[in-house]
């Protein structure tokens, strides 16, 4: 199981943090972190329930993690393990997450693929993000697999999908003539484009496309 203590800084002061594995005493905070990160339009029917809780805590520990500072729970992450085909990439967030229940996950799969991630706007400031994608990075060495995955949501395309393909749109993040909100953060991660699928999620700002996103275990030799 995954624990590790350090600190952050709030300007110069120290701030002691700790990732770690979630449990069921944490449902309900995490429950309520989804409602701080999805307020109204969104419904509270995409937030978590404590079924699909249960099910990450229960099939694969190792991938729900969550991050607290100074005792507080400021976020989590979550993730299963997938084969993936680099050569058949289309798929939805439903269908590979199994609406959230990963009721599909497969232990001997060679790919962590992130189900979802969520900081409470208070904490934003300090990285948690980053710091919790990080420790699901040493998940997957740890595990021997070849790369971790998600579909990056790209809010900022809605913007300008009338002069710009997703692809196109996508190339200008990463050459830094743009920025978009998730897909810059995952580039700050490590992570690396490797296509577009459409009709991902039902999702306006990004006119239903996703990023796959990736990051390779730097010791796997397969």
């Given at each position: 199981?995954?624990?590790?203590?350090?600190?952050?800084?709030?300007?110069?002061?120290?701030?002691?943090?700790?990732?770690?594995?979630?449990?069921?005493?944490d449902f309900d905070e995490l429950i309520?972190?989804?409602?701080?990160?999805?307020?109204?339009?969104?419904?509270?029917?995409?937030?978590?329930?404590?079924?699909?809780?249960?099910?990450?805590?229960?099939?694969?520990?190792?991938?729900?993690?969550?991050?607290?500072?100074?005792?507080?729970?400021?976020?989590?992450?979550?993730?299963?393990?997938?084969?993936?085909?680099?050569?058949?990439?289309?798929?939805?967030?439903?269908?590979?997450?199994?609406?959230?229940?990963?009721?599909?996950?497969?232990?001997?799969?060679?790919?962590l693929y992130i189900v979802d991630i969520s900081v409470r706007?208070?904490?934003?400031?300090?990285?948690?993000?980053?710091?919790?994608?990080?420790?699901?990075?040493?998940?997957?060495?740890?595990?021997?697999?070849?790369?971790?995955?998600?579909?990056?949501?790209?809010?900022?395309?809605?913007?300008?999908?009338?002069?710009?393909?997703?692809?196109?749109?996508?190339?200008?993040?990463?050459?830094?003539?743009?920025?978009?909100?998730?897909?810059?953060?995952?580039?700050?991660?490590?992570?690396?484009?490797?296509?577009?699928?459409?009709?991902?999620?039902?999702?306006?700002?990004?006119?239903?496309?996703?990023?796959?996103?990736?990051?390779?275990?730097?010791?796997?030799?397969?």
């Amino acid at each position: 199981m995954y624990r590790s203590e350090f600190y952050v800084f709030d300007q110069d002061k120290p701030v002691p943090v700790i990732i770690r594995n979630y449990t069921q005493d944490d449902f309900d905070e995490l429950i309520q972190i989804q409602s701080e990160c999805f307020p109204p339009p969104f419904s509270s029917e995409l937030w978590w329930n404590k079924e699909q809780l249960s099910n990450h805590v229960m099939r694969f520990p190792e991938g729900a993690i969550c991050i607290e500072v100074d005792g507080i729970l400021a976020g989590s992450l979550t993730g299963l393990c997938v084969d993936f085909d680099p050569n058949h990439m289309e798929h939805t967030w439903e269908e590979i997450t199994d609406h959230g229940y990963i009721k599909n996950h497969n232990p001997s799969g060679d790919t962590l693929y992130i189900v979802d991630i969520s900081v409470r706007p208070r904490f934003r400031k300090f990285g948690l993000g980053k710091l919790i994608m990080q420790a699901m990075y040493h998940v997957v060495i740890q595990k021997k697999l070849v790369r971790l995955l998600g579909g990056g949501r790209m809010p900022g395309y809605h913007k300008v999908a009338d002069t710009l393909t997703p692809q196109q749109y996508l190339n200008k993040v990463i050459k830094g003539d743009l920025k978009d909100p998730v897909i810059t953060f995952l580039l700050r991660c490590g992570r690396v484009q490797i296509g577009i699928v459409e009709n991902y999620l039902e999702d306006e700002e990004s006119c239903n496309y996703a990023a796959l996103m990736e990051w390779k275990n730097p010791f796997n030799r397969t």
